[in-house]
DNA sequence: ACGGCCCCATGCACGTTCTCATTATCGAAG
DNA sequence: CTTCGATAATGAGAACGTGCATGGGGCCGT
């Protein structure tokens, strides 16, 4: 998952930086307006966290920017002061997913994102099941095939979890460079490495239960079969 | 355990702190409102003993501010002076784990936080068992292997202490470093203490039975696995 | 002052990720 | 049905990152 940070303030925004990343996301950091608005602009984000006292601009114009043309698919969360009601009924009504009045704590911060994403998703558990006997949980970071751990690495996990997020949605090689890896969008790497990820995965999936559910669509990406 | 104490009484404050501190707690302190309030923000804790006569602020909305979407994990204990009966009542309705009416003794004190946390971690008796034959006794502080005493330094006793509290969970770097350590955030240290206390333990153990129970997880932490 | 414990620095070992060369597969066109 | 170009899968190994082992120094309590 792909997060940008917008916060001015050092030790606040180094101090969720921290967190995130340990909590396994991918993290960019924009401390000012115009650094933010480059980042929104030429990446894709699942999420951004907003802080509205910018230097060089009001923050809500990157939200209403973001929204207007829907290449932004992230989900913002606004940082607001404590008791600035003005701004969370503004932010609301531009579109933000939700709003954390300051001070908040870490996790706090976690579990919105965590019911963002259920929100967004559609998904009412926690875990996500698929191909007949398989079940990721998202938070542990674990998966298991009728109750046995299956172990997987750090981008097996992602990659997995990412296509599982949009199950039957087909996603390209672009699309999941971008949120897993944090790769530009035109960057046309003729690597191959998210191709070998799939492979691996596609490995030690196939030790439990034929791994057919991975769908290559051909010349586009790969796609998570709905379960039947 | 880290445990904060607010209380603006001066020896009684002072009376308690060296109790849970020669009781091997981890202790912070604040005597005020803002004091308590930042603290609780900033970092994470296993046990809050709030005294409600606050400088500064109704010590009610520190649990208030604290139980709104779980910010805090910690179990909070409210301090009521004598027949204070609305404030109990207020306390628990609010999501307090317990209140000790002043004056109490220490021992008192002990015996609810040991109540608190057998209930938090639905626990039956005061011993944790683990690996086939281990046994943790957390009043005490000491642990045997089929009758034959193991003796651990006292950060090797914590650690093992709380991994076992939270059993099959995965337990980060920073996660360990705030409740053994008291470690904030921020500071990134790259330092391998904890990997090192780790080490020392599996040792130890591991003269004993195999100490494949206390499992690595790569890039996240450390995990004690649950029984077979 | 002494001993034990805790923290830190270093070097090594291993797991993970990525690159590259090669082989297999697909799909369109003849 | 066959051929051919494009695309995907594979295997091997290089580069990188992370955890583990070890020993020394400093700090604390006795």
Redesign the pocket.
């Known amino acids: 998952m792909h997060v940008l940070i917008i916060e001015d303030e050092k030790s606040l925004h180094h101090e969720v930086q921290q967190f995130l990343v340990q909590s396994q996301y991918l993290v960019d950091s924009a401390y000012t307006y115009a650094e933010a608005s480059e980042k929104i602009f030429v990446n894709s984000y699942d999420f951004v966290l907003l802080d509205l006292g910018l230097p060089g601009g009001d923050g809500l114009d990157l939200l209403r920017e973001a929204r207007r043309n829907d290449r932004q698919e992230a989900s913002f969360i606004i940082l607001t002061a404590r008791g600035a009601i003005d701004d969370r009924v503004k932010g609301l009504d531009l579109g933000a997913d939700d709003y954390l009045p300051k001070p908040f704590s870490l996790l706090e911060l976690q579990s919105r994102m965590q019911a963002i994403t259920r929100r967004k998703f559609g998904l009412k558990r926690q875990e996500l099941t698929f191909g007949n006997g398989f079940q990721l949980d998202a938070t542990g970071r674990t998966l298991r095939y009728h109750d046995q751990d299956v ?8 990659l997995l979890h990412y296509l599982l997020l949009h199950k039957t949605r087909v996603l390209t ?1 672009l699309q999941l460079g971008e949120h897993l ?1 944090g790769n530009v969008l035109e960057d046309d ?12 995965l ?2 030690k999936l196939g030790q439990f239960a034929p791994a057919d559910f991975l ?8 796609r998570m079969a709905g379960d039947n």
Do not use: Q
Request: no cysteine.
């Open positions: 172990a997987l690495t750090k981008k097996e996990f992602d090689r890896w790497s003729d690597s191959n490495y998210i191709d070998v990820h799939i492979k691996n596609r490995k769908e290559t669509v051909r010349g586009i990406g790969y």
